[in-house]
C-alpha cells in the first residue's frame, strides 16, 4: 500500500511538473533565461578579450623595445656586449623575461632556455610556444610570446615574455565564465518555475471556476489576488462577464415564468369566447361578429407582449449595434411628439414639447423612436385628466451628450420600486387596472443599455421624472 501511494504522488508530482513545463510563461522564462544568458555571456566575452588584449598589447610593446635596444647594443658593442647583455638579464631572479641567443649552428651562446622553440613564427615574427618544455623561468605550464629575428653574421636571438599571468587570467575567467553561466541558468530555471507556477496557480483558478460555471454554478466568480496586474483585469472581465450572464440567465427565466403566468390569462379568456360561442348556437351574425373582434383584441394584445419581448431580446443582444447611424434625436422627439399629442387631448392632458437643441448621436433611430414613445405611453396612461405631460430634449452638458426628460403629474413610483419596474413584467399594485403588460419600462432600459445611456428615475413632485442621458461618447 504504501508504495502504490509513493508511486502515486510521484505520478501526480510528474504530472504536476509535465503541465507546468507545457504553460505558456515557462516557455517564456526558459526564452529569457537563453538570452539572458547569452547577453551575460557576451558582457563576460567582451571583458576578457579587452583585458587579456590590454594585457598582450602591452607586452608586445614591451618586447619590441627591447628587441630594439638589444639590436642597437649589438651593433654598438658588437657579439660579445650582446652575450653579456643577454646573460645578465637572464640571470635576473624572478624575471619573467626569456632570452636564447645562438650561433647559426644552433649553439647556445646565453639565454635562459634549454633549446630554439620548434614552433613555427607567424608571419609578424611572433612566436607562441610552451615554456616548460624548454626549461625557462618557472615550472609553470604557461606559455611564452617570444618575437625572433636573425643579427648579422646569421646569429639567431628570441626576446620574448613568460604569458603566466594571462594564462592565469584566461582560465579564471573561463572559470568565472562557466560559474556564472551555470548560476544564471539555475536561478533563471528556478525563477521560470516559480513564475509559471504562480500563473498557473492563477489560470488554474479560472479554469476551476469556468467548470464550476459549465457545472451549473452561476454564483462562482473568478477571484481576485489585489495585486492590480493583468490576471487581476482578466478577473474583473470575466466577472463583469459572467455577472452580465448571471443576470440575462435570471432575467430568462423571470420571463418565462412571467410569460407563463400573464399569458394564461388571456388565452384562457380567448378560449372561453370561442368556446361560448360555439356552445351557444345563434343565427345573430352581430354575435358571431362581436367575440370575433373580442377575440381580434385579445389576441393583438398577445402580440403586443411577444412583439415587446422580442424587442427587448433584440436591444440586449446587441444585433442592432452594427446598424448604429448618425441620428438627429430633435426629429426622434418631436415625431413621437407629434404622434402622441393627440392622444393626450383626446384624454384630457396637456403634453407640452421643449426642444432646446438638435444634438446627434450614434444609435439605432427605430429604437430611439420606441423608448421615446414608450415614455410618452406610460406618461400619459398614468397621468390623470387635467394633468400636465412635459417632453424635454436638452443638448450637450457635463458628463453626457444629449438627454431626454419626461416628466409627467401622476401618482409617480415610489423609490423602493423603481429598479423593479424596469424588470419585465413587473407591474404596480395601483396599475393592474390600466391596459398594460409591464414591458414597456423595460424596453426603454433595454434601449438605454445598448446605446450606452443612463436611464433615471426620480420624483417629479407630483409624478414621475424619467430622464434618458446620453454619455459623451455617444456623440458622433
Same mark, same amino acid.
Given at each position: 500500500?504504501?508504495?502504490?501511494?509513493a508511486?502515486?504522488?510521484?505520478?501526480?508530482?510528474? *504530472? *504536476?511538473?509535465?503541465?507546468?513545463?507545457?504553460?505558456?510563461a515557462?516557455?517564456?522564462? =526558459?526564452?529569457?533565461?537563453?538570452?539572458?544568458?547569452?547577453?551575460?555571456?557576451?558582457?563576460?566575452?567582451?571583458?576578457?578579450?579587452?583585458?587579456a588584449?590590454?594585457?598582450?598589447?602591452?607586452?608586445?610593446?614591451?618586447i619590441a623595445?627591447?628587441?630594439?635596444?638589444?639590436?642597437? &647594443?649589438?651593433?654598438?658593442?658588437?657579439?660579445?656586449?650582446?652575450?653579456?647583455?643577454?646573460?645578465?638579464?637572464?640571470?635576473?631572479?624572478?624575471?619573467?623575461?626569456?632570452? =636564447?641567443?645562438?650561433?647559426?649552428?644552433?649553439?647556445?651562446?646565453?639565454?635562459?632556455?634549454?633549446?630554439?622553440?620548434?614552433?613555427?613564427?607567424?608571419?609578424?615574427?611572433w612566436?607562441?610556444?610552451?615554456?616548460?618544455? %624548454?626549461?625557462?623561468?618557472?615550472?609553470?605550464?604557461?606559455?611564452?610570446?617570444?618575437?625572433?629575428?636573425?643579427?648579422?653574421?646569421?646569429?639567431?636571438?628570441?626576446?620574448?615574455?613568460?604569458?603566466?599571468? +594571462?594564462?592565469?587570467?584566461?582560465?579564471?575567467?573561463?572559470?568565472?565564465?562557466?560559474?556564472?553561466?551555470?548560476?544564471?541558468? !539555475?536561478?533563471?530555471?528556478?525563477?521560470?518555475?516559480?513564475?509559471s507556477?504562480?500563473?498557473?496557480?492563477? +489560470?488554474?483558478?479560472?479554469?476551476?471556476?469556468?467548470r464550476?460555471?459549465?457545472?451549473?454554478d452561476?454564483?462562482?466568480?473568478?477571484?481576485?489576488? $489585489?495585486?492590480?496586474?493583468?490576471?487581476?483585469?482578466?478577473?474583473?472581465?470575466?466577472?463583469?462577464?459572467?455577472?452580465?450572464?448571471?443576470?440575462?440567465?435570471?432575467?430568462?427565466?423571470?420571463?418565462?415564468?412571467?410569460?407563463? &403566468?400573464?399569458?394564461?390569462?388571456?388565452?384562457?379568456?380567448?378560449?372561453?369566447?370561442?368556446?361560448?360561442?360555439?356552445? &351557444?348556437?345563434?343565427?345573430?351574425?352581430?354575435?358571431?361578429?362581436?367575440?370575433?373582434?373580442?377575440?381580434?383584441?385579445?389576441?393583438?394584445?398577445?402580440?403586443?407582449?411577444?412583439?415587446?419581448?422580442?424587442? +427587448?431580446?433584440e436591444?440586449?443582444?446587441?444585433?442592432?449595434?452594427?446598424?448604429?447611424?448618425?441620428?438627429?434625436?430633435?426629429? @426622434?422627439?418631436?415625431?413621437?411628439?407629434d404622434l %402622441?399629442?393627440?392622444?393626450?387631448?383626446?384624454?384630457?392632458?396637456?403634453?407640452?414639447?421643449?426642444?432646446?437643441?438638435?444634438?446627434t @448621436?450614434?444609435?439605432?433611430?427605430?429604437?430611439l423612436?420606441?423608448?421615446?414613445?414608450?415614455?410618452?405611453?406610460? *406618461?400619459?396612461? %398614468?397621468?390623470?385628466?387635467?394633468?400636465?405631460?412635459?417632453?424635454v =430634449?436638452? $443638448?450637450?452638458?457635463?458628463?453626457?451628450?444629449?438627454?431626454?426628460?419626461?416628466?409627467?403629474?401622476?401618482?409617480?413610483?415610489?423609490?423602493?420600486?423603481?429598479?423593479?419596474? !424596469?424588470?419585465?413584467?413587473?407591474?404596480?399594485?395601483?396599475?393592474?387596472?390600466?391596459?398594460?403588460?409591464?414591458?414597456?419600462?423595460?424596453?426603454?432600459?433595454?434601449?438605454?443599455?445598448?446605446?450606452?445611456?443612463?436611464?433615471?428615475?426620480?420624483?417629479?413632485?407630483?409624478?414621475?421624472?424619467?430622464?434618458?442621458?446620453?454619455?459623451?461618447?455617444?456623440?458622433?
Amino acid at each position: 500500500m504504501k508504495r502504490n501511494g509513493a508511486a502515486g504522488g510521484w505520478q501526480a508530482f510528474g *504530472a *504536476a511538473g509535465l503541465r507546468l513545463v507545457r504553460t505558456t510563461a515557462f516557455r517564456l522564462a =526558459l526564452l529569457y533565461l537563453a538570452m539572458f544568458v547569452l547577453s551575460v555571456g557576451v558582457i563576460l566575452g567582451v571583458v576578457y578579450r579587452t583585458t587579456a588584449g590590454f594585457l598582450e598589447q602591452e607586452i608586445g610593446e614591451t618586447i619590441a623595445l627591447e628587441v630594439s635596444g638589444l639590436q642597437d &647594443h649589438y651593433r654598438t658593442y658588437g657579439l660579445t656586449g650582446l652575450v653579456d647583455v643577454v646573460r645578465a638579464r637572464s640571470a635576473v631572479p624572478n624575471n619573467n623575461s626569456i632570452y =636564447l641567443l645562438t650561433t647559426p649552428a644552433g649553439v647556445i651562446l646565453a639565454g635562459n632556455l634549454s633549446g630554439w622553440p620548434d614552433a613555427v613564427p607567424s608571419a609578424s615574427g611572433w612566436t607562441h610556444f610552451k615554456v616548460a618544455d %624548454y626549461g625557462g623561468v618557472t615550472d609553470r605550464p604557461s606559455t611564452a610570446q617570444a618575437a625572433t629575428f636573425t643579427l648579422p653574421g646569421q646569429f639567431r636571438l628570441l626576446v620574448g615574455r613568460d604569458m603566466s599571468e +594571462i594564462d592565469q587570467l584566461r582560465s579564471r575567467m573561463f572559470h568565472s565564465l562557466r560559474w556564472v553561466l551555470g548560476s544564471t541558468a !539555475l536561478l533563471g530555471l528556478g525563477g521560470g518555475l516559480l513564475m509559471s507556477r504562480g500563473a498557473m496557480r492563477r +489560470i488554474e483558478a479560472i479554469n476551476r471556476t469556468t467548470r464550476q460555471i459549465m457545472a451549473g454554478d452561476l454564483s462562482d466568480r473568478v477571484p481576485r489576488f $489585489g495585486g492590480g496586474d493583468e490576471m487581476d483585469r482578466l478577473a474583473a472581465n470575466l466577472n463583469a462577464m459572467l455577472d452580465r450572464i448571471e443576470r440575462l440567465m435570471t432575467g430568462m427565466r423571470q420571463v418565462t415564468d412571467s410569460v407563463a &403566468h400573464d399569458l394564461r390569462t388571456p388565452l384562457t379568456r380567448l378560449r372561453s369566447r370561442i368556446e361560448l360561442a360555439l356552445i &351557444h348556437e345563434t343565427e345573430d351574425p352581430e354575435v358571431y361578429r362581436g367575440v370575433l373582434q373580442d377575440t381580434i383584441a385579445e389576441a393583438d394584445r398577445l402580440l403586443a407582449t411577444f412583439t415587446a419581448l422580442l424587442s +427587448i431580446a433584440e436591444a440586449e443582444s446587441g444585433a442592432k449595434r452594427q446598424d448604429f447611424v448618425p441620428v438627429d434625436l430633435a426629429e @426622434v422627439v418631436g415625431l413621437a411628439a407629434d404622434l %402622441y399629442e393627440p392622444v393626450a387631448e383626446e384624454r384630457g392632458q396637456r403634453l407640452t414639447v421643449d426642444i432646446r437643441a438638435r444634438p446627434t @448621436v450614434h444609435g439605432n433611430g427605430q429604437l430611439l423612436a420606441q423608448a421615446v414613445s414608450n415614455l410618452l405611453d406610460n *406618461a400619459i396612461k %398614468y397621468t390623470p385628466e387635467g394633468g400636465t405631460i412635459a417632453l424635454v =430634449l436638452d $443638448g450637450p452638458g457635463p458628463g453626457r451628450a444629449a438627454c431626454i426628460d419626461v416628466a409627467d403629474s401622476g401618482p409617480g413610483i415610489p423609490p423602493d420600486m423603481r429598479d423593479k419596474v !424596469l424588470q419585465r413584467f413587473v407591474r404596480l399594485d395601483t396599475a393592474r387596472a390600466s391596459p398594460g403588460n409591464g414591458l414597456g419600462l423595460s424596453l426603454v432600459d433595454a434601449v438605454a443599455t445598448l446605446h450606452g445611456a443612463r436611464l433615471e428615475l426620480g420624483d417629479n413632485q407630483p409624478g414621475l421624472r424619467i430622464s434618458l442621458v446620453f454619455p459623451p461618447e455617444a456623440r458622433r
